[in-house]
């Protein structure tokens, strides 16, 4: 009878080793399956931010020469790592190369012709808007109902990026946004 019991028990014992090591792969594989979605959302997003600027005319005064670059900043903790640099590396927007930035904060008269703002500890995603107010900078955000959005602000829905345009705040800061660009947006608030 004991050889039976101890039997039964180490059956029982490899049943929950096999179950444990399997829900633990079942758990590494979902992490990996949401890191993986991760990436690919945001490499969507870096692919979407350097095409906006092909949908965007900004005054000949936002350049210092017809040959400077589009610079593409990222303002605030950096969701991309290198998925930008990669994304964007040999493109240009309307024959200007791109240049890559990243900025711990941003001020007044930041250089960047295109500015995704994530948020930081040390600045928050609208006072980093309230310092590019009235520029010639195409705001970008990931802003909820309710927080502070920028020209553009990415949704995710359904698992599709999708982005909203404030046309409005567009012309404050000087730029035109095309009707093209404005068709492939989810929503879009009107100019006054």
Same mark, same amino acid.
């Given at each position: 009878m004991e050889t039976f019991i101890s039997r039964a028990g180490a059956r029982t014992t490899a049943f929950f080793r096999r179950t444990a090591l399997l829900a633990a792969a079942l758990v590494i594989l979902a992490a990996s399956a949401q890191a993986d979605n991760h990436a690919l959302e945001y490499q969507v997003k870096a692919s979407y931010l350097y095409k906006f600027g092909e949908f965007v005319n900004w005054p000949p005064s936002a350049f210092q020469s017809p *040959?400077?670059?589009?610079? %593409?900043? #990222?303002?605030g903790k950096d969701p991309f790592g290198d998925i930008l640099? !990669?994304?964007? =590396? *040999? +493109? $240009?927007?309307? *024959?200007?190369p791109i240049? #890559?930035?990243? %900025? =711990?904060?941003v001020e007044q008269n930041p250089e960047c012709h295109i500015l995704y703002?994530?948020?930081? /500890? +040390?600045q928050s995603v609208a006072e980093a808007l309230g310092a590019v107010r009235g /520029?010639?900078?195409l705001t970008v955000t990931e802003g909820r109902e309710g927080e502070a959005r920028g020209i553009v602000n990415f949704i995710? +829905?359904?698992?599709h990026v999708r982005f909203d345009i404030? /046309? &409005? &705040?567009? /012309? +404050?800061?000087? %730029?035109?946004?095309?009707s !093209?660009? %404005? $068709?492939? =947006? @989810?929503? @879009?608030r009107h100019r006054s």
């Open positions: *040959g400077s670059p589009v610079n %593409l900043c #990222v303002a640099d !990669k994304v964007v =590396a *040999g +493109q $240009q927007i309307a *024959g200007r240049s #890559v930035r990243r %900025l =711990a904060i703002i994530s948020g930081s /500890e +040390q /520029e010639n900078v995710t +829905q359904d698992s404030d /046309e &409005a &705040a567009a /012309e +404050q800061n000087g %730029l035109t946004i095309s !093209k660009l %404005l $068709q492939l =947006a @989810f929503s @879009f």
